[in-house]
């Protein structure tokens, strides 16, 4: 059963809304919201103790008391997963000529790897800077077209249907 209130002595796991920032873990102290909603009074893992709201966008996980019962979401009644993907780009300069190699790789269904280039013009001022940018975005937006284009796969995949994916 799903609940979204916490208990006294419940693991709470909220992960960050930022690439490279550990999950934290902490536990529930004390229920200061009614019928055991937020805030909570929560002792981290980092010895800090302190009130959490959880709030748009939370993504933290309660667990009960029973490590073997299912885990509950705080937020938005859905269990969270944390997943840690890195994306890792690569810059090769050549004369007027750039590329760039972006890998999608860490706990990620597939490794995706994508290529951008830029040339710089010979009446155009030798910044390197700027060759590198051009075309470490072209390799990062093609990365993200590859990225959705595998995401429309695997849904016709799992659904047979053909999904209608829009890049915002």
Do not use: C, K
Request: proline content about 7%.
């Amino acid at each position: 059963m799903t609940r979204t209130q916490a208990r006294v002595g419940d693991r709470i796991f909220l992960a960050s809304n930022r690439t490279g920032v550990a999950v934290r873990t902490g536990e529930v102290l004390e229920i200061q919201g009614p019928d055991g909603g937020p805030p909570y009074l929560v002792r981290w893992t980092d010895g800090h103790t302190g009130l959490f709201y959880p709030g748009p966008g939370t993504s933290a996980q309660l667990t009960p008391h029973d490590p073997d019962g299912p885990p509950a979401a705080v937020h938005e009644g859905t269990a969270a997963r944390v997943r840690e993907w890195q994306v890792r780009v690569s810059v090769y300069e050549s004369g007027d000529d750039t590329s760039a190699v972006a890998v999608l790789s860490g706990d990620t269904p597939v490794e995706l790897t994508a290529r951008g280039f830029s040339h710089r013009s010979g009446h155009d001022p030798a910044v390197a800077r700027i060759g590198d940018e051009v075309a470490a975005a072209r390799a990062l937006r093609h990365l993200a077209d590859t990225l959705l284009e595998t995401a429309a796969s695997d849904i016709a995949g799992s659904t047979g249907e053909e999904p209608i994916i829009r890049a915002t």
